[in-house]
Nanobody
Framework: QVQLVESGGGLVQAGGSLRLSCAAS????????MGWYRQAPGKQRELVAA???????TFTDSVRGRFTISRDNAKNMVYLQMNSLKPEDTAVYYC???????????????WGQGTQVTVSS
């Protein structure tokens, strides 16, 4: 089995920063794409940022220039550094990883349980 665990959420004032972390554990052979999604109350889950196995990053327009995504392949971790936070960034943040297990050897997506980020105005 593979488990993803997020950490780092919390309450912050507008203009502040938070760093989210997501760690994968279990019978992992390799991890390809990693990403962060968020879901605000009454809204659909949306992609915030993603990073490929080769390190190419993408961001949704609303966070570009404020958020950065990075990964540590040795630790099977992905990070989301969030700066200049706005109240509209308030949501539950989820990490997702495309994991190839040791056995059986096929790739599938795994999700974390989510971490709450609340930005007060």
């Amino acid at each position: 089995q593979v488990q993803l665990v997020e950490s780092g959420g919390g309450l912050v004032q507008a203009g502040g920063s938070l760093r989210l972390s997501c760690a994968a554990s279990g019978s992992i052979f390799s991890i390809n794409a990693m990403g962060w999604y968020r879901q605000a109350p009454g809204k659909q889950r949306e992609l915030v940022a993603a990073i490929t196995g080769g390190g190419t990053t993408t961001f949704t327009d609303s966070v570009r220039g404020r958020f950065t995504i990075s990964r540590d392949n040795a630790k099977n971790m992905v990070y989301l550094q969030m700066n200049s936070l706005k109240p509209e960034d308030t949501a539950v943040y989820y990490c997702k990883m495309a994991v190839e297990r040791i056995w059986p050897r096929y790739e599938r997506d795994y999700w974390g349980q989510g971490t709450q980020v609340t930005v007060s105005s």
